[in-house]
């Protein structure tokens, strides 16, 4: 079973970290990415740049309509993600409370819909 | 189980009396059994959709069965392994026209099960020491109390699965419309199953987090057997003896969680007093004019004890003071003998603990009792402008009791009158039209 943890937290706390609590924030990311990659939940993961960089896009009428910034304005932003695989949703929470971020954000666990990919 | 056993049974010579005697015997197992052989064909079958049909199933093949070939040894143990076999039927029905991926790898994983087949995952370990393991409803009430479901649902889907409450039960006990429960409890169901929440009890670093949710269900089983919703029996006693049950088993599980002995307490006082709540006729008699000799000292006596041991340990929880209360009223040898100011001090403490409208309004009736009516009925009216219990018939009925006190009969009679349009019990709406004729008798 796969699941994807979705971090969200305020953007705006995130960027005023200082250089050494950005360092320490690092490690902490490193040494738990390393940690699921060796006990081997682990399947993906990212972080994402901020939403000043983010741009939304529709089709509307045959129309493309281009507009900047996120989908929706939100008190939490979405900063990164996980994709683990786990037994069930306990393992999967259990995997979600040792993310660093999860201590001043929250954690999305959301269980992926398997299908068939093209190889 | 709609079919009746004249129409099950095929072939053979069947003595009419004994086919209408195993039926009988059959519907009391269904009744005390069937919430039991559901959570172990869960844990067997992976499934609550397909562990219904197959406990349906399998009652099916007892009543036409049983009457011919004579009961099982252990029948609940027949009624499981006929289950899980029926189980199979059914998936191998549903695979052969399409196929289902996930169906198909259930039936397989059931099929490999069923060839190893030890009696033990039957029996769902009974024969284990550890209390945790023994009883596959524990596991079944962990799950449905799963932090990841609503806890409306979570309520739902245990009255549903552990109790066998019907759909339109639980939406009345929870004053919602019966469709509105029912896809309530698809959703949850359907969420154990894609989110994968397991089915098991949790590790011990998380069970405490885990009983509060667990706890507040069995409290509400037990008053759903205590003050059944709607119809004519007020008093289920498989329902408060299931939560009583329960509540053992939690505070067997949990001997260093003072709130589960609260609980357990909490219960059995206030269901020490069933045999003296109703009349033959089935009328409702309030604690004041019970003859407290019905009342059943061994289960007060467990009680008292009990809640000692939970107020102890300080600082005491909800149910506990709870329990606290029920044990004043326990103590008193009669009705005028009731500490009353003792019970309005507990309820100032429960009210801390948990506020609630409902506290509120029994603490305003503790109140009116310890310092009189009218106190009681201000307090009643400050509650009724917050607009928090609305539809609440009891808070009414409140009123018209302490009206009646002062011997002010025409507004007790509008209370009553009030309670009356709001009221879904049978014998609490007979008991309020008795009290709304004698009001208005005396109001001539």
Known sequence: ?119 | MASSPATLVRGGPVNIDQVASEKVAIEKIYHEESARILATLIRLLGSFDLAEEATQEAFAAALEQWPRQGRPVNPRAWLVSTGRHKAVDLLRRRTRFENKREELQRLVAIEQQLALDPEDAILGGETLSDPMQRDDRLRLIFTCCHPALMIEAQVALTLRTLCGLATEEIAKAFLVPAPTMAQRLVRAKTKIKDACIPYRIPPNDELTERLTAVMLVVYLVFNEGYNAASGDVLIRRELCAEAIRLGRLLSELLPREAETRGLLALMLLHDSRRDARMSAEGEIILLEEQNRGLWNQEQIREGLALTEAALRSAPPGPYSVQAAIAAVHARAKTAEETDWAQIAALYDVLLRLQPSPVIELNRAVAIAMARGASEGIRLLNDLELKGELRGYHLLPAARGDLSRRLQQWESAAGAYRQALGLVSNDAERRFLARRLAEAESKMQ
Do not use: C
Not at chain 1, 3 to 31: F, R, V
Not at chain 1, 46 to 68: C, Y
């Open chain 1, 1 to 119: 079973m796969q699941y994807l943890l979705l971090i969200y937290g305020k953007e705006s706390d995130w960027t005023k970290l200082s250089a050494a609590e950005m360092a320490k924030m690092d490690q902490e990311y490193g040494a738990f990415t390393q940690s699921i990659a060796k006990s081997g939940h682990l399947r993906g993961g990212n972080q994402l740049d901020t939403i000043s960089k983010a741009t939304t896009v529709r089709m509307r009428d045959g129309k493309r309509l281009v507009t900047d910034g996120p989908f929706a304005e939100t008190k939490e932003q979405l900063g990164g993600y996980y994709l683990v695989e786990a037994k069930d949703l306990d393992e999967a929470i259990g995997i979600a409370v040792r993310i660093p971020s999860v201590r001043s954000g929250s954690v999305e666990v959301r269980p992926i819909v398997p299908h068939e990919m093209p190889s």
